[in-house]
Every structure is written in structure tokens, then in C-alpha cells.
């Protein structure tokens, strides 16, 4: 079955607009800092979002200024990466203030896109009600006024985006097995998508660009065509450098949701760096495969008492939250392992793809519970029951019925995962776990959105 492919909708506008306090609003959290100086947002932030069961990526882009200098051309870039890869646009202006040329040049460019656009005319609690319509001038039809600060008009907005979500195409599914290499820059993305294809003689296609674009190679391997796709490198949030690739996270995205799985590329000289372990939080959210590949490994094997051994075990504690991706090092200069990845592709792809009979799955909880009784919370005794597995998700997922569910300690949840991968593998794959209050109404293969609970 094919992924899931979930709509990215995002925020662009010029700087100090409340584009930031309006995805806090979306998300009815806080993810970014708010703050009165303009430009404060510096890099974009993703995080999925769930309005009347569609669940959505929200992505906050920085503001809209004068490209002065290098670092603010790369800003007007990211919005010209959410015309080119996002599925709704979000434009949103200030509403006590006069229309801007920015806020001309990002509506004319968000209409260029031919993507859904939808107007945002923000800080209406302090303007006159009247003021959204002097907006129409930007030449975009749909307009929402909202009021972040006194909750006004975000439930209007998160239906007008409802609306848009229905109307946006549906990709096309295809029974080629699609590998979105990810990483920051100059992590050796490129040159193991080179390797890949010079490895492998039975080339279909190959599409070519600059690693700011999604280069593409279509690869014939046992039988089985896959695709890789060559990511532009997602940057250090807060880093600028010349000479390398510009942030371009919306295009990462974009590719994370076009792949059945995900092969994030780690410096084998910065083995432990906080956004690559974002990145893998991002393909796990996204429920796509993951393995974990080292670049530059010739860069490390040479030294004198170097330790694999210590090497390694470093890296898995720091990706513990994703324990179930394989790790392997590689070598784009000596081609070490890089043939093993065809293999570990086609190895995730078919534990994905395991359909376990529900009389094993409950022979199999139930010496589970036997063996450790489930652990509740505020002196409540959750019983389990029965097990079935959700045929019609692309992501190995599981709803569990019992009772008292809800009082489950985490620490039990992982115990039932563990137990799961160890019986049935779903190796180098996220797993969903539901749990649900036996007596409520249900339908074996619903969707496990619609559940109360989730892993």
C-alpha cells in the first residue's frame, strides 16, 4: 500500500506580521519564539497538525525583508521554496498597518505557484473590521481576518485550509519504491546519489538538477525499480556559511512525504549533532522508513586505535528514539556498503509491507500480559484484551482494546512495541500502537485517527 502523502500548507509573509504566533495558534502550542523585533524567526519549523480528522505538515517560514545581505536573499528563498513545494499557501499581513511592496512581491509570487492561496489579515483586534476588505488589492480572493491574541478567526482559517486540503490533488500511487537520501549540507548526499548509480548498471532514468532541486534516478535492482531522490541539505538552525547550500527544509519535506523511506546521511566527523537527530524526528513523525547511513567513513577508519565499537554505540544511544533504523557506514570515496543499501531498502520495504493473522497477535499478547501484567497509573488496573492489526494503513499500526486504557504507563507501551519488533521484526520501521476502550463502537480496518489514543 502507498504511504500516506499528508498536504503541507505554509505561512510566508514579510517579518513581524505574527506568522509565528499564528502557527503556535494552528498547533495550540507554543513550537517557535515570539517575539516584537522583526525577523526574529530565522529558520522554518514544521510540525503536523490535525484539524476534523485531516492531519496536515504546518510549516513557519521566516518573514519577508530586503535581501541586504546574503543570509536575507536565503529567507526570500525559503518562500520561494513554499511556492514551489508546499500544497497550500498561507500570506499573511498586518492588518493595522499599510499594504508593504513586500506584501505585494510575496502575494504575486504565492499566486504565481497556481497553489491554493489563502489571505490572513492578522492583528484585526487592532483595525476596524472593514480594514480585511482594502486587502483585496493584493489580488487574493480567499481572505481570513484573525486576531492570534484574542483567538479570533483561527478556527475560520483552519476551515477555509479544510476546504483547500480537499481540493488538493491526490498524488498518484506508484509501485516503485521511492529512497529520499536527507541530511545537511555537504554531508555527501550527492556524492553517494553518484555512487548509487554508478554502482548499479541497469539504469531507467536519471533526472538531473542542482542540489537545491530533488535530483532523481530510477534504479533496476533484483527485478525492482527504485527511486532515489537527492535532497538540498537541511541547515543548522542559526548557521550560515557561504559557499554551501540555503536552508530548503520545505523541499526535505516535500521529499520525506513523496518516499516509502528515508536513508538520513550522518557525518562520520559529526556523528552527534542535534539537527540530524531532528531530521530523523521528522521521518518518524512523517511514518516513513529510516536507516541511519554514515558518510565519510575512509575519513575515520584510518586513524590509529580508533574504536568501532564505541563509535557506534554513541551514535545508537543518540538515536535511541529510533532504535528500530538500521545504522551502516559508507564510503562514497572507496564504495564501502554502498551496494548494501539496495539490499536494505528492499529489506525495509518488505517488513513494511508484513501482515501479521490476528489469532497470532493475540496468542502473542496474550503470553505478553501473562509475562508482565500492564502497569497503570493513578492506582488503575488496565485490562487488555485482543489485538488487530490495521490492514488499510501503510504504516505498521495496531489497535489494542481494553479498558482503563488511558491510565497505560508509557514505559508498558514500549514494552508492547519491544515485544512486537522482537516477534514479528518490522525492522528499520516506525510502528503506530492505538489503544481503545473495548466498548466503544468500532470497525476493524478504520482508520486509527479516529481512535482516542495514540503511540
Partial sequence: MANIKLPIVAIVGRANVGKSSLFNAILERRETIVAREAGTTRDSITAKASFRGQQF??????????????????????????????????????????????????????????????LVVNKIDKAS?????????????????????????????LEAISTKIDKVP?????ERLKVALLGRPNVGKSSLFNILLNKQQALVAAQAGTTRDVNRAIIKFKNKEIEFLDTAGIRRPGKVERGIE?????????????????????????????????IAGMIKDAGRGLALVVSKWDTLSSY???????FIAS????????????????????????VKLFELALKIKQERDINIPTSKLNSWLGKAVLEHP????????????????????????FKIFGSQTKYLHWSYKRYLERGLREEFGFFGNPIQLWFIEKHEAHRHGEKPTKSKEKE
Fill in 170 to 174: 491526490i498524488r498518484a500511487e506508484s
Fill in 304 to 310: 590509529e586505535n580508533f574504536d568501532y565499537d564505541h
Fill in 315 to 338: 551514535i545508537s544511544q543518540a538515536y535511541e528514539f529510533v532504535s528500530w533504523a538500521p545504522l551502516v557506514v559508507t564510503s562514497s570515496i572507496s564504495g564501502q556498503n554502498v
Fill in 374 to 397: 500492564p502497569a497503570g497509573l493513578k492506582n488503575r488496573s488496565p485490562k487488555l484484551n485482543y489485538i488487530v492489526q490495521e490492514t488499510d494503513n501503510p504504516i505498521p499500526a
Fill in 246 to 278: 540555503q536552508f530548503s527544509v520545505i523541499r526535505s519535506l516535500a521529499a520525506i512525504e513523496e518516499a516509502d523511506i528515508c536513508f538520513l546521511l550522518i557525518d562520520a566527523q559529526e556523528p552527534d549533532v542535534d539537527q540530524d537527530q531532528k
Fill in 129 to 157: 473590521p472593514e480594514t480585511a476588505y482594502e486587502f483585496t488589492r493584493l489580488g487574493i480572493k480567499d481572505i481570513n481576518a484573525t486576531s492570534v491574541t484574542q483567538s479570533k478567526g483561527i478556527f475560520e482559517l
Fill in 57 to 118: 505538515w504546518i510549516v513557519d517560514t521566516a518573514g519577508v525583508k530586503d535581501p541586504e545581505d546574503e543570509f536575507e536573499q536565503s529567507i526570500q528563498e525559503q518562500i520561494a521554496q513554499a511556492n514551489e513545494s508546499a500544497d497550500i499557501i498561507l500570506v499573511v499581513v498586518e492588518a493595522n498597518a499599510p499594504i508593504s511592496d513586500n506584501d505585494r512581491q510575496v502575494s504575486k509570487l504565492a499566486l504565481r505557484s497556481k497553489k491554493p492561496v489563502i
